[in-house]
């Protein structure tokens, strides 16, 4: 939960990590995802409380079925948003299962998926410079689920990102030991 400033104040959500250092690495483009992500949630919060008080003061009056339907609509939309599927807070991907295909948001057109691709490699958690465990809290807290993934559309980068997160060389991996003569 988020502790107040020495101030007595709240900070503001665009802060949630000062270091310089994070806003060199793609941790710094989670980290401003991730504020922006949270300034939606609040304001579709906003709505929904707003909207509450307008449906306790509508009722018994003509208004109140309109106010209700209001909040229904509200509330749909927050599980919708937030509820149903994991946000991504960094690269964005979506499979339709059913036709087999995949939209590609760097060229934002469908593409046949005759492949596993997108392949999505998940940013190891040493990355985020402790985001980690903020975003933990917020799921936690929220209901809402973040995705923090790199997504390739070749099979061949998505390997190589792979090794390279590891911090495994393949060449040592696959090795072959030398033979001995008899």
């Known amino acids: 939960m988020a502790r107040p400033h020495r101030s007595g104040r709240l900070p503001e959500v665009n802060t949630i ?10 941790s710094g483009s989670v980290h401003d995802r ?15 409380l707003t909207t509450g008080r307008a449906l306790a003061k509508a009722r018994g ?4 079925e309109d106010a209700l339907f209001e909040l229904g609509h509200y509330q749909a939309a927050w599980c919708e948003t937030w509820l149903v ?20 948001f ?10 596993d691709a997108p392949f999505a ?17 917020i799921e936690d807290i929220s209901g809402a689920r973040f995705s923090i993934e790199n997504v390739y559309y070749s099979e061949a980068k998505a390997e190589a990102a792979w090794w390279k997160s590891s911090g495994a ?3 040592e991996v696959f090795a072959l030991p030398e033979t001995r003569r008899l």
């Open 85 to 104: 599927e994991p946000v991504a807070l960094l690269d964005e991907y979506l499979v339709d299962d059913l036709t087999s295909e995949y939209f590609d």
């Open 17 to 26: 990590c000062s270091s310089p250092r994070i806003r060199r690495t793609s």
């Open 169 to 171: 060389d393949p060449d």
């Open 61 to 64: 009056t003509s208004e109140e």
């Open 121 to 137: 490699v998940p940013v190891a958690t040493e990355k985020l410079c402790g985001l980690a465990e903020i975003i933990a809290e």
């Open 106 to 115: 760097r060229s934002g057109s469908w593409h046949h998926r005759d492949t």
């Open 34 to 48: 991730l504020a922006a992500k949270l300034a939606d949630m609040i304001e579709a919060q906003r709505k929904i």
